[in-house]
């Protein structure tokens, strides 16, 4: 009977240890990343891989393909205004369209600046949001503050954390949960940078009616994505804010809700403003039922 009861503690021991290292090294290394992938800024256009691929000039990268397609856009517009001379049908003056088209060519070709004020509005008011924090609590509202917050206010050493316990099992809970958040905010990303490259193709749909679809599918997705990163600064500001006990249990679930309204914040992006989502299990879930 004794052997039995240190078999098992050796093997709770060992699952304790394994785990306490496990988070711990999470807690080192991810949550910085974590920072670095919500918080969108203008610095991802000032990659030269990335500049290359949407282009510096009219003759290179997507650019030069949009500056194409305007061509064949004029050339649409000239067979359907020749068109409806026969069909009688109505079509927009050729002066308006070539103003709009003119217009239209201005700004495709400056779609990296346009983007750049972009992102920077939208990356200053969050790090607005943030700064406020920052000024009356005195620390960093971040993800990498965050998990040192949790871990102070809940008492919680990952190096000698028990698995089997309320707090071992909230600890688990956390990560786990912040692990799926940084899945997620890297799928938010890459996503963010391939509405980034569509920019020109985006701005050159307004050329025509029947196109002007696109563009506004576009703006709407990109701003959704974007206005996340405004809603976790409020979400890390309001957590930030709470004063909790390390004795207190509601506090240690207070703090796990925080977490999980910072993994639902892109579905109430989604219902709030409409958008693409940027759940990991919701997209792994779409792409199992698809059917060919």
């Not at 240190?6 to 910085?32: H, K, R, V």
């Not at 949001?129 to 009356?136: L, T, V, Y």
């Not at 940084?182 to 963010?192: E, G, H, Q, T």
């Not at 996340?228 to 207190?248: E, P």
Request: hydrophobic fraction near 50%; include cysteine; charge should be negative.
């Amino acid at each position: 009977m004794e052997n039995t009861n240190n078999i098992t503690q050796t093997i709770i021991e060992t699952i304790n240890t394994i785990l306490g290292n496990l988070f711990s090294s999470i807690d080192s290394n991810l949550y910085s990343i974590l920072d670095d992938i919500t918080f969108i800024s203008s610095d991802i256009l000032y990659d030269k891989n990335f500049e290359n691929i949407l282009g510096t000039s009219t003759s290179n990268g997507l650019l030069l393909i949009a500056n194409s397609l305007l061509l064949g856009f004029i050339l649409y517009y000239s067979i359907k205004y020749l068109l409806a001379h026969f069909t009688y049908s109505q079509i927009e003056s050729p002066f308006s369209f070539l103003v709009k088209l003119i217009l239209v060519g201005i700004f495709m070709n400056c779609s990296f600046f346009i983007i750049q004020i972009f992102l920077d509005l939208n990356s200053n008011i969050s790090l607005s949001i943030r700064n406020i924090g920052e000024n009356i609590f005195q620390k960093n509202i971040c993800f990498s503050e965050l998990i040192n917050v949790i871990n102070t206010n809940l008492s919680i050493e990952t190096n000698s954390i028990n698995i089997f316990s309320v707090d071992g099992l909230i600890k688990g809970t956390l990560t786990v949960s912040l692990l799926g958040l940084v899945l997620s905010y890297s799928f938010r990303y890459i996503m963010v940078k391939i509405f980034v490259l569509l920019s020109p193709f985006a701005i050159l749909s307004l050329s025509l009616s029947n196109s002007s679809w696109f563009f506004k599918s576009w703006i709407k997705n990109l701003f959704s994505l974007l206005f996340i990163q405004i809603i976790v600064s409020l979400v890390l500001l309001i957590l930030f804010s709470l004063d909790f006990s390390d004795n207190d249990l509601l506090s240690k679930f207070i703090y796990v809700g925080g977490i999980y309204a910072l993994i639902k914040i892109n579905s109430f992006v989604r219902e709030f403003i409409g958008g693409i989502s940027t759940d990991i299990s919701q997209n792994v879930k779409n792409f199992s039922n698809f059917k060919v």
